[in-house]
T-cell receptor, first 115, second 114 residues
Framework: AQTVTQSQPEMSVQEAETVTLSCTYD???????LFWYKQPPSRQMILVIR??????QNATENRFSVNFQKAAKSFSLKISDSQLGDTAMYFC????????????FGKGTRLHILP | GAVVSQHPSRVICKSGTSVKIECRSL??????MFWYRQFPKQSLMLMAT?????????EQGVEKDKFLINHASLTLSTLTVTSAHPEDSSFYIC??????????FGPGTRLLVL
C-alpha cells in the first residue's frame, strides 16, 4: 500500500523568505504522479504543482518548485519569495498512474507567512 | 483543468433527516468523481469513488447505506447522507478526475447536524 508522510505539522516564515515543505512517500509502483495541493482558510483545495514520476526534471510553477528525488522517494516543495497569501494548509499527494485511481494524501503542513 | 461546483455550500439539518449534496463538473465530462470527508485540521479522507452509470466503490469503513452516491450523468454526482446524526457533521468535498491525470476539487459543503 502507498503512504505519504509529511513530517512538519506546522511552519512559520517571514514574508519574502523561502520555505521548503518536506514530503516522503512509499510505493512499489514505477509510474505515478505526485502533487502538492494548497488549502487556504476558504477550504478550497487548489492544485499547486504536479510531477510525473517518469520525468527527471523538477516541476516549476512561478514561485513554486519541487525537488523530486525518485530513488529516495522524496518530493519537497519550495516556495520562494513567500507572500501572505501563501498562508494555508499544504498537502502532498500520491496517485498511481491508473486512469481511475484515487489520490492518497499526507496529513498536511500548516504554513503561516508572517508579515 | 476542470471547474467543479458543489451545492449547497453549507447546510444545517435536524438529526434523523436526509441531506443531499450535489457535485457538478462544469466544463469536463467526468466518468469518475470522488467524495471526501474532512474533519477540522485534518487531511481529506476518501469516502467513495463515484462511477458514472454504475455503483460507487466505497472505502473500508464507510457505510454505503448511510452515504448514498448517485452518478447519473457525466457532469453530476450526488451524495445523500441518510438519517443524519450529529457525528455526521463534517466538511464534504468532491473532486473530478480531469485532464493531465489530476484531480480538481469542489469548494466543499459544510454539514451541521443538530
Amino acid at each position: 500500500a502507498q503512504t505519504v508522510t509529511q513530517s512538519q505539522p506546522e511552519m512559520s516564515v517571514q514574508e519574502a523568505e523561502t520555505v521548503t515543505l518536506s514530503c516522503t512517500y512509499d510505493t512499489s509502483e514505477s509510474n505515478y504522479y505526485l502533487f502538492w495541493y494548497k488549502q487556504p482558510p476558504s477550504r478550497q483545495m487548489i492544485l499547486v504543482i504536479r510531477q510525473e514520476a517518469y520525468k527527471q526534471q523538477n516541476a516549476t510553477e512561478n514561485r513554486f518548485s519541487v525537488n523530486f528525488q525518485k530513488a529516495a522517494k522524496s518530493f519537497s516543495l519550495k516556495i520562494s519569495d513567500s507572500q501572505l497569501g501563501d498562508t494555508a494548509m499544504y498537502f502532498c499527494a500520491f496517485m498511481k498512474a491508473n486512469r481511475d485511481d484515487k489520490i492518497i494524501f499526507g496529513k498536511g503542513t500548516r504554513l503561516h507567512i508572517l508579515p | 483543468g476542470a471547474v467543479v461546483s458543489q451545492h449547497p455550500s453549507r447546510v444545517i439539518c435536524k438529526s434523523g433527516t436526509s441531506v443531499k449534496i450535489e457535485c457538478r463538473s462544469l466544463d469536463f465530462q467526468a466518468t469518475t468523481m470522488f467524495w471526501y470527508r474532512q474533519f477540522p485540521k485534518q487531511s481529506l479522507m476518501l469516502m467513495a469513488t463515484s462511477n458514472e452509470g454504475s455503483k460507487a466503490t466505497y472505502e473500508q469503513g464507510v457505510e454505503k447505506d448511510k452515504f448514498l452516491i448517485n452518478h447519473a450523468s457525466l457532469t453530476l454526482s450526488t451524495l445523500t447522507v441518510t438519517s443524519a446524526h450529529p457525528e455526521d457533521s463534517s466538511f464534504y468535498i468532491c473532486s473530478v478526475r480531469g485532464g493531465w491525470e489530476t484531480q480538481y476539487f469542489g469548494p466543499g459543503t459544510r454539514l451541521l447536524v443538530l
